[in-house]
Each structure stands twice: as structure tokens, then as C-alpha cells.
């Protein structure tokens, strides 16, 4: 089965208000639907840039890569991904070449799925069908300390047991108040993570994160600009609350240099940045193979097939930024999210509401 072509369409998605984290204020997100059709059959996948920004130039690099993938073999994703290595060496290999071929990867495997009438995390090896999951889609910045508590409390009436909520850059006296409020409110038994969005020095991140320890946070999650992995890793040595890192990474290749350092205790791809599904699927072997687990960043309709395949699959991140793009919802139950058993990744894109973004859009 012949790849026959490759589609992308930009539509833009808006949050209900702006959402404030260390990275600045969010106000939109620039989407690029992709699907790779093969005999009547469609691969699709979704990548995205902030508040729209770039989003021309990252789609027309997928428009530009697709000459990788039509012709050849659509069940050669192995070979798809060596020929886009080698393609972009000039480009380099981080950045948006990398996201090019992730997109292009994650959309053949939903096609190869859907060919083989399986589930994705079955035909990658499928390690459970459900995976714990944790609520990433509030306790931002720009929440007062009343609508942080108020939030958590609807997290918790929900059923997720595990959330997380985002910390500042910077009075660290003000993260201490707004988190010991979150933590009181939902009590010792639900799960807490805190995230700096790489917003804080070595020294900042040490003296912060020795004074969250009374918290118990399951992670304490990009304290430091994403490039400074030896900082990280000190930052790790200092602390005894796990660091989770890895979200602003690249391929097997970064993760490695993470691991040989130890600059995190949880390592977190994100499929768009990693590579795709196949370089997913190859750090989380290269974390099992060092007894780290891993989590997910974004995509948690992709991610989830991805984490059901492994066995040191941590958590999945619930952010329900691109739920509206698709047809079918996430199924969640006492506190995991249940993998689809639907081919592919299990989710189809809602052309109906598609077509309205794209009106909006015009």
C-alpha cells in the first residue's frame, strides 16, 4: 500500500480565557491537521505552534516533506523516518525539521493501525489498557488563589487523582502560598505536581524546590531552561522530590544525553518534538532500560497509545486543548484513562468542526 498524498490543514483553537504560565500569556494555538491517505485509508495526526505564531512556516515544511512519504510504502515508517533523518541533516536535527517528520510518523502509524483494523498500543506491543492520568488543563498563573482551590476541588469531583499546577518565576513566597492552598484543598491522598515552565536559575530552583518538599509533589517539573541539562542535573542531586524534564527535548538522542547525566527522574517526550510515535517508542526502551518511567506532554489522544505500549509508562497528561478536533472523547475511569480499542490511534478528526474553525478562520 502506496502512499498516495499528503494533506494539511491550519485551523486555529482558542482557550475559554487566556492562560498564564512562566512561558508568557496563551491566547490561541496554531493547528496543522495532517493526514496521509493510502487506498482509501487515513492517517491522521495533529501538530501545533503558540498563539499562531510560525504556524505557515511549520506547515509548509510538512507540505515540503511529504515528497519523503508519497510513493513509498505507507507500512515502511522505519525507513520513512531513517530518510527523513538524512534529509533534514542540513536543517539540523531539533527544531521544526524534527516536528516535520514527527507529524508525518505519528500519521503513518495511525494509518498502519487502521490498515491492520488494531488498536495502535496493540501493534506496538501493548502493555495495559489503561494508563493513569492526570488533570494539566488549569491551576494556571493567572488563577487567583480562590479559583486555584476551586479548580482542584472540580479535578477532584471528576475523579482524577493526580493534577498539576503551575508555578511563577517570580516571589517564591507566592508559590509557597498558592500551592500549600492547592495541596490543603484536595488533601494528602491526591497526587500534586508543580511546574516552573523552565522559568527559574540553578540556584532559584534549588531553594524553591528544598521548600515545596513539605508538599510531597510527585514531580517538580522544568525548573530550568530546557538547554541547561547539567544545571538539571544538580538541580536533581539537591532535591529529593522527583525532577520530570524532557518536554522541550529531541529525539533518542537528547534523552540520552538526560539520562547519562541523571537530569530527571521522570523523562516527559512530547510526540511532536520527540520525532513521532517511532522515537516515542524508542525512549521509552531507552528509559526502561535505565528504570526511569515516562510521562506524556500534550497530544493526550496520540500519547495514549504510545504510553499503553510501555511498561514503564508513568502518567498521561490531560490537556483538553484539541479535544474539540475530534469525533470521540477520552474515556477516563478511577483515575486512569482507558486506551481506545478503536484502530489506529482511535480518534478521527470532526470534519464538520473542522469546517467551522476553517470559517472562522477565513
Wanted: net charge negative.
Amino acid at each position: 500500500m502506496k502512499v498516495d498524498r499528503v494533506e494539511t490543514r491550519p485551523v486555529t483553537l482558542r482557550p475559554e480565557r487566556p492562560i498564564g504560565s512562566a512561558l508568557g500569556q496563551l491566547h490561541s494555538f496554531g493547528c496543522i491537521l495532517v493526514t496521509v491517505r493510502a487506498d482509501g485509508l487515513t492517517g491522521e495526526t495533529v501538530v501545533f505552534t503558540l498563539n499562531d505564531r510560525r504556524t505557515k512556516v511549520l506547515r509548509a515544511l510538512i507540505d515540503e516533506m511529504a515528497d519523503l512519504v508519497i510513493g513509498q510504502d505507507a507500512g515502511h515508517i522505519a525507513g520513512f523516518w531513517s530518510r527523513a533523518w538524512r534529509d533534514v541533516n542540513f536543517m539540523g536535527h531539533k527544531g521544526m525539521p524534527v516536528m516535520g517528520i514527527s507529524a508525518l510518523d505519528s500519521a503513518l502509524w495511525d494509518l498502519a493501525g487502521k490498515r491492520a483494523g488494531l488498536p495502535l498500543y496493540r501493534m506496538l506491543g501493548g502493555a495495559s489498557a489503561r494508563v493513569p492520568v492526570y488533570h494539566s488543563g488549569g491551576l494556571w498563573l493567572d488563577r487567583s488563589t480562590d479559583e486555584l482551590i476551586a479548580e482542584a476541588d472540580s479535578f477532584k469531583a471528576a475523579g482524577f487523582r493526580m493534577m498539576k499546577m503551575r508555578l511563577s518565576a517570580g516571589d517564591p513566597d507566592w508559590n509557597i502560598v498558592r500551592v500549600r492552598a492547592v495541596r490543603e484543598a484536595i488533601g494528602p491522598k491526591i497526587r500534586l505536581m508543580a511546574d516552573a515552565n523552565q522559568g527559574l536559575t540553578e540556584t532559584d530552583a534549588i531553594r524553591l524546590g528544598r521548600r515545596l518538599e513539605e508538599f510531597d509533589l510527585t514531580w517538580f517539573e522544568e525548573p530550568l531552561p530546557a538547554w541547561d541539562v547539567e544545571g538539571l542535573a544538580r538541580v536533581a542531586a539537591a532535591l529529593d522530590t522527583p525532577i520530570a524534564s524532557g518536554e522541550t527535548d529531541y529525539t533518542r538522542y537528547g534523552f540520552r544525553r538526560m539520562i547519562e547525566l541523571r537530569s530527571a527522574d521522570i523523562l516527559m517526550p512530547d510526540l511532536q518534538r520527540v520525532g513521532g510515535v517511532t522515537e516515542f517508542m524508542r525512549v521509552g526502551h531507552l528509559a526502561e532500560a535505565h528504570d526511569l518511567p515516562v510521562s506524556s506532554h500534550l497530544f493526550p489522544e496520540q500519547s495514549l497509545s504510545v504510553l499503553g505500549a510501555l511498561a514503564n509508562a508513568h502518567s498521561l497528561e490531560y490537556m483538553p486543548w484539541f479535544s474539540e478536533l475530534y469525533c470521540e472523547r477520552l474515556d477516563f475511569a478511577d483515575g486512569y484513562a482507558i486506551v481506545p480499542e478503536r484502530p489506529g490511534f482511535g480518534f478521527t478528526f470532526d470534519e464538520d468542526r473542522i469546517r467551522h474553525l476553517e470559517r472562522q478562520g477565513a
